[in-house]
Every structure is written in structure tokens, then in C-alpha cells.
């Protein structure tokens, strides 16, 4: 079955979570943690968006943001590519680190 297009609003609010691939970890230092919070800085200063709060898991990440006119695919395509080159030249590794696609949802209310 196809995928659904993702649709881009200008302005929107954004819960997006990237899974690490079959639950596996994506961090494993501090040191990726702030790798992480400064290529999503580049992003920002890049791409124009907001993130207005952020939760890094060992397997996961939280973020909400708020696009511009830049849409998120390409904000979030950006984000996930560089931070796989790195933990994959950290860890002399090949492959995919998130699994399959980023999940978002738009926040549409004050009920979300």
C-alpha cells in the first residue's frame, strides 16, 4: 500500500518521533546527546524552524516544531542523515539508524 504524501502548512506545530532501528539505541553518550542538540542548532539556523521542546531517549526522540516555509521532511531528512554519518563513522558501521520513516503529528489544538 502506497504511503500518504505528508502535507506541509507553513506555521504548523509538529510532534515528531524518530525510533532507533528495531529498538535499538541511537545514543550512546553524552557526547551524542550533544552531537544531536547541535546538529538540530545547524537545522535551526538552516532551515528557519522552532523546536520548542525536545526529549532524547536512549532509543528515541521527542521534538516539536514549529516549520516555516521549509517543510519538515526535508528538516527532519537533514537532521536523521547527518546524525546517522556520524554514529556510523563513530562506530564503523553501515546502514540505517532510525527505523523506517519519522512519525509526526500535527498539533492541532490546546487539547493535544
Known sequence: MARKPRIHYPGAFYHVMLRGNGGQNIFYSTADRSRFCLLMQEGVERY???????????????????????????????????????????KKRIGHLFQGRYKSLLIDGDSY
Open 48 to 90: 528557519r524552524h522552532r523546536i520548542h521542546a525536545y526529549c532524547l531517549m536512549s532509543n528515541h526522540v521527542h521534538l516539536i516544531i514549529e516549520v516555516g516555509t521549509i517543510p519538515l521532511s526535508r528538516i527532519i531528512q537533514n537532521l536523521s542523515f547527518r546524525y546517522t554519518r556520524y554514529i556510523n563513522t563513530k
